[in-house]
């Protein structure tokens, strides 16, 4: 029988659904914007305000993003080590929302950037001071033991950068961009364990501002934590013959990746992404494939390939593209799951 739009109003609100007070939410970046989304199941969606494929280190918002951003009771974001420009529209379009900075949450596992073309040993007893305690997050504890370490970014669209890779020498660009060399590594979505406990901080920030949702939020994020731990234990497997070997990035954006589970990156080709490798450095790095029997040397989608075929040339390692923001993955709530499935199947199969 047809019902009018009051009726139908009255109907839901009987039976508890409280959609009309899911608050409007942003995210900055995909896999944030995969997390939240996963929190808000069945509620609502966030909006996305760097487009998959996007640099987040540089971009210029349409206005439908700064409108996103203008009408949003809460925002999530990386921080401002990976976004420094997203600031300043921040403070100006939504001074008046909650705004989350996920590398600031308690939970969260910051790591400093790594140096060098060959990444030495680290100790990261005291790596964690900051954020580090993960009570709680059971699912992911098997990983915490790993002493290697990897970080991550994603597909970057590199044309504002040119103007900086004629600069040869690699030096040169550690403070031009935001993914330079100095402090945090903000790569950190990488890192399963990170992921879990952000989904804890997603579902009660949305709790406060949605109490008669509470429970929702709180369910899908252990949902979510669960789908996590599945995948990390799948991915693991696969990744289980690859484990013994080291290999090479092309620029240092796995950190977090690696200290999930457990592999061996022996060192990088270019500083960061706004940095052109020069002679030396190339050189440098063939030296490390060889000494170190390096097994696979990883690009990523926006790189130049014939760097990496320069490196590769008579080492007999073999290579495969890593893309830590998942640009051709669906957005959405399965995003996280298969971003982590999709890195570690191309390092499983590299040949």
Not at 130 to 144: C, F, K, L, P, V
Request: hydrophobic share 40%; charged share 25%; net charge negative.
């Amino acid at each position: 029988m047809w019902r009018s739009g009051s009726a139908v109003l009255a109907l839901l609100a009987g039976t508890g659904a409280a959609w009309a007070e899911v608050p409007r939410v942003a995210a900055d970046i995909t896999p944030v914007h995969g997390l939240v989304a996963r929190v808000m199941q069945d509620l609502g969606e966030p909006a996305l305000v760097v487009p998959t494929g996007a640099s987040p280190h540089g971009y210029s918002m349409r206005p439908s993003e700064a409108r996103a951003l203008d009408q949003a009771d809460v925002v999530f974001w990386l921080g401002e080590p990976l976004t420094p420009w997203l600031q300043g529209p921040l403070e100006e379009l939504a001074g008046d929302a909650h705004r989350v900075e996920l590398l600031e949450a308690e939970g969260t596992v910051v790591l400093p950037f790594r140096e060098g073309a060959r990444f030495e040993a680290h100790a990261h007893d005291g790596d964690e001071e900051d954020h580090a305690d993960h009570d709680g997050h059971d699912a992911h504890e098997d990983h915490d033991d790993h002493g290697h370490e990897e970080h991550a970014e994603g597909p970057d669209d590199h044309d504002d950068h040119e103007a900086h890779e004629d600069d040869a020498e690699e030096d040169d660009h550690s403070g031009d961009h935001g993914d330079h060399n100095d402090g945090a590594d903000p790569h950190a979505w990488l890192l399963p364990a990170n992921a879990q406990a952000w989904l804890d901080v997603i579902a009660e920030e949305l709790a406060e501002h949605d109490p008669g949702n509470a429970a929702v939020y709180m369910a899908n994020a252990e949902a979510g934590k669960k789908e996590i731990a599945d995948t990390v234990a799948s991915v693991s497997a696969a990744l289980e013959p690859f484990r013994a070997k080291q290999f090479i990035v092309f620029h240092d954006a796995y950190q977090y990746f690696e200290r999930g589970f457990g592999l061996n990156a022996a060192g990088a080709i270019s500083i960061s992404d706004a940095s052109k490798p020069g002679p030396a450095r190339i050189a440098e790095v063939r030296g490390v494939v060889a000494d170190l029997k390096v097994a696979c040397v990883f690009s990523e989608p926006q790189f130049n390939p014939g760097m990496v075929a320069t490196v590769l040339d008579g080492t007999g390692a073999g290579t495969a593209v890593l893309d830590p923001l998942g640009a051709k993955l669906e957005a959405g709530p399965r995003f996280y799951p298969a971003l982590l499935q999709d890195i570690g199947a191309a390092i499983a199969g590299c040949e």
